[in-house]
């Protein structure tokens, strides 16, 4: 897989609450008013050699797959990815599973519910 799914991302999307995962963060993923996505579906370990917190062990399976993409806005997107000593990958994911848990879609949600 060189890509995250389509069940994959809409499962991180229904998740999401449309919200950005950072904490406190308010930003919509997705613009109510026109459509847009305003958000990133961005990689917790990088998504390619060199880039933040990348781990070449990582299968792309496990790259493009649910447990390591969080969606963000763009201003964290690039915060958190210009600050990888204060951003780690334990604090990504810890990050996420805070924001999972308090959308109103909390609980496993597996990718195969969300059809093409």
Excluded: W
């Amino acid at each position: 897989m060189t890509a995250p799914t389509k069940p994959t991302i809409k499962r991180l999307f229904a998740m999401s609450g449309n919200r950005c995962a950072f904490p406190k963060c308010s930003k919509a993923i997705v613009d109510s008013a026109t459509g847009a996505i305003t958000g990133h579906v961005c990689h917790i370990k990088g998504a390619k050699p060199g880039g933040p917190r990348y781990d070449p062990q990582q299968s792309d399976d496990e790259r493009h797959g649910f447990t390591n993409l969080i969606l963000r806005c763009v201003p964290h997107h690039s915060i958190i990815d210009s600050d990888e000593e204060s951003y780690t990958v334990e604090r990504l994911i810890r990050m996420k599973a805070d924001h999972e848990a308090s959308s109103e879609n909390a609980g496993e949600l597996p990718d195969d519910l969300a059809v093409l």
